[in-house]
């Protein structure tokens, strides 16, 4: 059971451009919605991360907009820089559950210069 | 002072054998995570640690799976009898507590090749 799916599974976008990942999950216990960042040979780093109590969160480049009703959020990255290129997973977890993270499948992304 | 470590970095065993693979978390994280990553796959959850409680064992896959955890610090993860499908990279994440929004720090994840 996949509880969180993740599209498109790889993205190529020009320098400059909008890169845009989408995530949809199931469990409406999930309460807690991160965006993690992973270069080749490395573990996942902590991009941005929303709670289910706001529509839209804003960190330099990286937007995550959430729809509850949709059940639906989605990282947006602004002026994309080939810096960028790495892979990108959504998550949720829920607080009463040890805060385990459930995973979508991954974004790969690439950033033409 | 350094993040999440975990050895080896890559390990290549042959099928039926036993690995222990190694997890050294933040200091003074008192919640430590397993996670295993197929290959091209997003992260699969394994099992957590939260202080002296009884952990979680909920996402280990099989009985041939299992884990342990001194105290607050190292975790090591063994495999019995190794099959292919095992194949994988098995990621150790630690967090200062277990918390809604508390950030899970990962470690570089050790690469298993199970021929």
């Known amino acids: 059971q996949q509880q969180v799916k993740q599209s498109p599974q790889s993205l190529i976008v020009q320098k400059g451009g909008i890169s845009i990942i989408n995530c949809a999950y199931e469990n409406t216990a999930f309460d807690y919605f991160p965006w993690y960042q992973q270069f080749p040979g490395k573990g996942p780093a902590l991009l941005i991360a929303?709670?289910?109590?706001?529509s839209e969160k804003k960190e330099g480049r990286f937007t995550i907009s959430f729809n509850k009703s949709a059940k639906q959020f989605s990282l947006h990255i602004m002026d994309s820089q080939p810096g960028d290129s790495a892979t990108y997973f959504c998550a949720a977890s829920r607080n009463n559950a040890g805060n385990m993270l459930t995973f979508g499948g991954g974004t790969r992304l690439m950033v033409k210069p | 002072g350094a993040g999440v470590s975990q050895s080896p970095s890559n390990k290549v065993t042959e099928k039926g054998k036993d690995v222990e693979l190694r997890c050294d978390p933040i200091s003074g994280h008192t919640a430590l995570y397993w996670y295993r990553q197929r290959l091209g796959q997003g992260l699969e959850f394994l099992i957590y640690f939260q202080g002296n409680s009884a952990p979680d064992k909920s996402g280990l896959p099989s009985d041939r799976f299992s884990a342990e955890r001194t105290g607050e610090s190292v975790s090591t993860l063994t495999i019995q009898r190794t099959q292919q499908e095992d194949s994988a990279v098995y990621l150790c994440?630690?967090?200062?507590?277990?918390?809604?929004?508390?950030?899970?720090?990962f470690g570089p994840g050790t690469r298993l090749l199970v021929l």
């Open positions: 929303i709670r289910p109590d706001v």
């Open positions: 994440a630690s967090s200062l507590y277990v918390a809604r929004g508390e950030t899970q720090y």
